[in-house]
Every structure is written in C-alpha cells, then in structure tokens.
C-alpha cells in the first residue's frame, strides 16, 4: 500500500482519498414517509409540494418518488423554509438534506503486482486454462460433514447429500485462491462446484463487450446518474467494469462457470464521478421491481461497491430492497474507521464486507466494526477494464474489490443450495467463512474471511469453520 499514484491513474482514483463524502447537495432533500401514509394521501401531499415550491424560489418541487417495499418518499429540491412546514404535516418520518456519495473507491491501481506465485503483470489474464472436474460430493475421498438434525430458527438450504461435480482451475490470482481455501498458504487453485442468479451492479455501468462478459447474461439496466449531461450506457470509468469482471468474468469472477446474470445500474458518471443518496435509493428502487418482474425474489444479490456518511434514509432504502427479497451485498468503506458511521454498511439488513491483502492482514484503509459480516481480497485485485480493445484488465484495491467477491459468492450460493432470502445468506456466508486467521481484524470485527464452501475445503477440522446450524 505504500506506493504512490502513477501518473496515468484515472482522475476519479487520485482525488477519491480526498473526497468529502460528507458534502451536501444545496436545497435538494429526501422526504420520506411514515410507514402507515397510504397513496392517496402521499399523491396529494406531492402534488401540492410540487405547485408551492415556486413560491419559495426557483425550485423544481418534486423529483422522483420512491415506493418499494417499507420504503415511500419523494426527492425533492426546495427552500429551507418548505422544508420546515413539511415537517409539521405530520406524514413524515424523516427529512435529509442529500448528499454526494462516492464509490468505496480503489486505493490506487498498480501495473505490477506480486502475489505468492511470484510477479504477475496486471495486463495478463490471470488465469490459465487448465481446469480438472473432481467426484461429485458422494464420492469424494474427503469425509462428509455430518448431515445437521438440528432446527435452525432461519434454516438454510440444506447441503445436498450429492451435487455437481467440483471444479478445479488453475489460478495465479490470489483473491480467488485465497476464497475457495481455508489456509493462506501459496495456493494456486480455484475450487467451485458447477451448478439463473441475477446481479444487480449499482455503479458506474459495464463494458459489456469486454472479452470476460457473456453477452447473453450481462446487461445494460437503467442510468440514474445525477448528471443531466450523462445519457451514455457506457462504462466511463471502468469502477463498475472491474466489479462486474470480480463477480462473474468468465476466467476472473468468482461466480466464472455459473450461468449469473449481471445487470449494470448506472449511478456514477464521467471520469470524476460521483452521486447522491437519491440517485442510489432511485437504483435501489429499479432493482426491487425488475425482481418481481423476473419473479427473482430470494434469487437475487444487488452490489453497492459505494458509501457515505451515516444516512437513516439510505439505510431504511437497502433494508426494503432485502424485505422484497434480494440480499444486499456492501462495500465496509475505505478510511479506516468503524463502520457504524458510514451507510450503508451499517445497516444490520445488508452483507458488509472488509479488506484483507495476500498475507490475511486487514487493509489498513479498511472500515471494521462489529458490524462488519466478513472479510474478503482487497488489495492487488485484478480484473476487468475500460479500454479503446475489449480485454483490458488492472489490479485495483480497495473494499469496493473485496464487495463483490462476496456478492459473487452469494450467486454462486443460489445456484447451488437454491433461493435464500437475505437472512439466510448471510447467515451462509458468516457460517461457511474462514475463522481466526485475519491479523488485526479491528476493534468489535468478527474474525472471518468469506469462504466458497467448497467440499475440498469445507471439512477442514483443525480450524472448525463451518458451523452446521447456519448451513
């Protein structure tokens, strides 16, 4: 971590370590309502919010409404002084100014990189081709933890007594050695059982022609960047190009031989990006629907590699979207504080995920916090990229790399053990992890790394990972 930046770095990664997330949006507010407001009264209230903000100034009124799930309210640009009376109408439970949020943005990017397998050039695809199928679970020469007889409040899936073949490949990317193996020691395999999961990407879109991409499964949703001027679907950064490549690039992603769907929902735009909380809870929004259109509840993982100070409203935003089903999967942050101050990894409703680098050491710009979920790689991370070709690849750090591993794996989960609702996944992903092994975990952390579950690995008895209520 102590190299500096280079001076092709994309603008967005230089100034990321000096951006204020806490920096307000002049007269623009989240409104949102009490629980029990039905629509009639809701239609009326906007409307007249709507015609009086001209009284105030120039203000627009109302912007987008938000109704999904136990979540209902409105963005709005106003006058302080309309702020004030709507907070006397008695229908409403919160009222917060927005604000710019940023991406749980890459340390830096590093053209050179050396893992355990000596140096490995951030160009080169770090995979090879050599992949090897082992006998299924009825078969494998590993014993099989016994089956579990006892009642779980919340079960999960339980584990097949025989499933899909395991398999092998060979690997010089730390990051995906180091989930499919409970120890840390010099691996250079990727183990996964072969197994349709959608992925919600909330970020800066998708290079959909790049080479890791299958285009039948990756696609483009919905843009809802607070630039006006930004109406490409493009991928103007490559943040969310990166993420994607994480989840489900064919020789890159942890999800690799699944068959994920991926969809892009733009939020961040342009070469210094950044949003704002209702741009977020407007994705959020898009993503609720599209499931129940998809009929994708308990099949879908929404990932939010992005953060910002504390936000009740935000927070209430991603525990709706896991009310209509979809786990959601978040960045901890990256400055190196508890994470009980940012949003939304501090929503008890969602997966938030820290940083470890190649020797399981926590990343010193790594959030901690008791409610952190697991950790996963971070540092060194390669994978997909923007690019004038289609097979761009670079090595990023950062919790926004460590994110999606785990969002990954949450695909990978429901493709074999079948539909979690989000409590039961991240009870799967806090069971199945690797206990003990992170150096400096921070104050209140639980001491996990995020674990694929593998039947390689699972058993490893010496450290008594899986606990089988949770399973």
Not at 190 to 199: F, R
Not at 245 to 258: M, P, S
């Amino acid at each position: 971590m102590g190299s500096a930046l280079t001076a092709d770095e994309p603008a967005w990664i230089a100034r990321a370590a000096h951006f204020d997330s806490s920096t307000p949006i002049p007269n623009h507010y989240i409104i949102q309502y009490k629980l029990e407001v039905d629509v009639d009264t809701r239609r009326f209230h906007e409307l007249a919010v709507h015609r009086s903000a001209s009284k105030f100034g120039n203000y627009r009124g109302l912007i987008k409404k938000f109704d999904f799930g136990t979540f209902s309210g409105y963005h709005g640009e106003l006058d302080a002084a309309h702020v004030q009376e709507l907070g006397q109408s008695g229908l409403i439970k919160s009222i917060q100014q927005d604000y710019q949020v940023r991406l749980a943005s890459p340390i830096r990017h590093v053209h050179s990189i050396h893992n355990r397998n000596g140096p490995h050039k951030a160009h080169q695809p770090p995979f090879t081709n050599q992949t090897h199928h082992h006998p299924g679970p009825s078969q494998h020469p590993h014993p099989q933890p016994p089956p579990t007889t006892s009642p779980s409040p919340s079960p999960t899936p339980a584990i097949p007594a025989s499933g899909p073949n395991l398999v092998t490949t060979t690997t010089s990317a730390w990051n995906l050695a180091r989930i499919s193996h409970r120890r840390p020691s010099h691996q250079t395999s990727y183990i996964t059982e072969t197994p349709t999961t959608t992925v919600y990407i909330i970020d800066s879109g998708i290079q959909l022609n790049h080479t890791q991409f299958n285009p039948h499964l990756v696609h483009f949703g919905a843009n809802f960047s607070p630039n006006s001027n930004s109406t490409t679907t493009d991928d103007e950064c490559g943040h969310g190009t990166h993420v994607a490549g994480i989840i489900a690039g064919r020789t890159l992603g942890v999800a690799a031989h699944n068959t994920t769907r991926v969809i892009a929902i733009k939020v961040f735009s342009g070469q210094h990006p950044t949003s704002s909380w209702s741009s977020i809870i407007s994705a959020l929004q898009w993503a609720v629907h599209d499931t129940k259109l998809r009929n994708g509840r308990d099949r879908s993982v929404i990932n939010m590699s992005l953060g910002g100070n504390f936000s009740p409203a935000i927070n209430d935003a991603v525990t709706a979207a896991t009310e209509a089903g979809i786990t959601v999967v978040v960045a901890a942050g990256n400055q190196g504080v508890d994470l009980a101050t940012k949003s939304p990894a501090s929503s008890e409703a969602v997966i938030a995920v820290g940083s470890i680098g190649s020797e399981d050491k926590r990343s010193g710009f790594s959030n901690y916090g008791k409610g952190l979920s697991v950790f996963a790689p971070g540092e060194g991370v390669v994978s997909s990229f923007i690019g004038t070709g289609t097979d761009q690849t670079r090595a990023m750090s950062g919790t926004s790399m460590a994110c999606p591993h785990v969002a990954g794996l949450a695909a990978y989960f429901i493709e074999v053990y079948g539909p979690h609702t989000p409590g039961e996944m991240k009870k799967r992903i806090e069971g199945f992890a690797t206990r003990g092994l992170v150096e400096d975990a921070g104050e209140g952390s639980p001491n996990r790394i995020a674990f694929n579950g593998n039947l390689v690995e699972k058993g490893d008895e010496l450290l008594g990972m899986v606990d089988e209520r949770l399973i």
